[in-house]
């Protein structure tokens, strides 16, 4: 099983009226890192440099991704893929660190789609990395020998996770599947982390319960502490008290 490094990439402050700032402001911003035997495998890059709305809306702490890979004794430009569980500003800002290098950008057809058109769905000069180094995916696929992207819509309709496996052991990156466990545990789709629309609604539901048959160790999430489903889940402060 290639190991998986939780990559702390930012802390955002959520603005009032963001349907999950109930639950806590202060919000941990995760990607993970495959270390897999062809290169490292990224998996979202958190939130970038230079959108002046997305300073002020969020505030964000941010770490350098390059630094972060560093202390973990990889360069930049060993890594091979960065997959994007989606196209959202805090999931693919630091993208551009590896724009005009050999890295494949992987996202959903509909994300890519979404990210071109509508100027209020990210930040564009982070979604879109040049066009010769962009690949896309179309519902589930195979990118790396026990590394299968799996469609998973719901918080998005291009939705993305990752799974890793070696053997009969799974492990699943299931980024923002779910905003928090507890989601995976009852197997609801929230009102923050999906829209109202019925078919997205349905479509995260299915996505959890077919995450869930796989019955992985564990599922590493984007805003929240893992899912083990064996274990405790995390309380709403667990992923805050790791990093301060
Ligand atoms: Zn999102």
């Known amino acids: 099983m290639p190991s998986i490094l939780r ?41 970038g440099f230079g959108n002046d709305l997305v300073d002020e809306l969020y505030n964000p ?50 994300e890519y789609e979404t990210a071109s058109r509508d100027p209020d769905y990210t ?10 180094q962009r690949r896309v995916v179309s519902g589930d696929e195979e990118v790396a020998e026990s590394v299968t992207i799996l469609a998973t819509p719901g918080h998005t309709a291009g939705h993305q996770s990752v799974l ?21 545990a009852d197997e609801v789709a929230s009102v923050e982390n999906v829209d109202p629309d019925p078919a997205l609604q349905k479509a995260a539901i299915d996505s959890i319960r077919r995450i869930k048959a796989l019955n992985p160790e564990i599922i590493h999430l984007s805003h929240c502490a893992a899912f083990d489903p064996g274990g405790a889940l995390p309380t709403a402060t667990d992923p805050m008290s790791e990093r301060e």
């Open 61 to 110: 702490r941010r770490e350098i991704l390059g630094q972060l890979l560093q202390q973990a004794g990889i360069e930049v430009s060993e890594v091979v893929a960065v997959i994007s569980s989606h196209l959202h500003f805090d999931h693919c800002g630091q993208n551009p660190a590896l724009f005009n290098g050999p890295t494949v950008f992987l996202a959903q057809a509909t």
């Open 123 to 132: 930040d564009a000069s982070w979604a879109l990395a040049p066009e010769h």
């Open 7 to 47: 990559l702390d990439l930012a802390v955002v402050e959520l603005p009032d009226y963001h349907p999950a700032a109930h639950r806590g402001r202060t919000v941990p911003v995760y990607g993970y890192c495959i270390l897999h035997p062809d290169g490292p495998i990224l998996v979202d890059t958190g939130v």
């Open 164 to 184: 890793v496996e070696a053997g009969a052991r799974r492990v699943v990156i299931g980024a923002q599947m779910v905003w928090h466990a507890d989601e995976l």
